[in-house]
């Protein structure tokens, strides 16, 4: 994870950009174990469990309220295009609306990142709003978009979002 967290690639996705050392990691990690406010899934084939090719998170759990923000998303740049993201996403939707009855994700994204953003759309994921000028890095501001997916509007589009996975399996995405 120190990897590719370190990975300029992965790295120019996130909002900080200082490197991690694999002790800082493992720590960060550890850490996890006593929340009861956020999860970490680690993102691995099915033909080689022990081969992570990334992580997705449920950052800031509000049970409450119901909400929780997703995060965490990371896919080695030597597994994309295999439709790890899709799946990955997909499961954790499913896990927050099914498992821990969340009613409301919301995810931050650059608003230059529109891979991730289409892939976002794609989940139904609707744009709620702009944070201007909200992160500083490579010496400029930058926008950061804000979305938001409602459980009712999950559970009404999952058979549209699990056919289109099925294409991505099949090597039509």
């Known amino acids: 994870m120190a990897a590719?967290?370190?990975d300029p690639e992965i790295n120019k996705h996130f909002f900080h950009d200082e490197p991690v050392s694999v002790e800082q990691q493992r720590q960060w990690v550890n850490s996890l174990r006593n929340r009861?406010?956020?999860?970490?899934?680690?993102?691995?084939?099915?033909e080689?469990?022990?081969?992570?090719?990334g992580t997705v998170g449920l950052v800031r759990m509000d049970f409450r309220n119901?909400?929780?923000?997703?995060?965490?998303?990371?896919?080695?740049p030597s597994s994309r295009g295999k439709g790890?993201?899709?799946?990955?996403?997909?499961?954790s939707l499913r896990?927050?609306?099914?498992?821990?009855?969340?009613q409301r994700l919301y995810l931050e994204v650059?608003?230059?990142?529109?891979?991730?953003?289409?892939?976002y759309e794609s989940f139904e994921f609707k744009l709620e709003g702009t944070y201007r000028n909200h992160i500083y890095r490579d010496g400029r501001y930058h926008n950061v978009l804000v979305y938001g997916l409602l459980e009712s509007d999950f559970r009404a589009n999952e058979d549209k979002?699990?056919?289109?996975?099925?294409?991505?399996?099949n090597g039509h995405d």
């Open 95 to 102: 896990y927050a609306f099914y498992h821990l009855n969340m």
């Open 110 to 119: 650059y608003e230059w990142n529109e891979a991730a953003r289409k892939l």
């Open 36 to 46: 009861s406010d956020e999860k970490l899934f680690i993102i691995a084939p099915i």
């Open 66 to 76: 119901r909400k929780a923000e997703w995060g965490r998303f990371l896919v080695d």
């Open 4 to 6: 590719w967290r370190n």
């Open 161 to 169: 979002i699990r056919h289109r996975l099925e294409g991505v399996s």
């Open 48 to 53: 080689q469990p022990d081969r992570p090719v």
């Open 84 to 91: 790890f993201a899709a799946e990955a996403l997909y499961l």
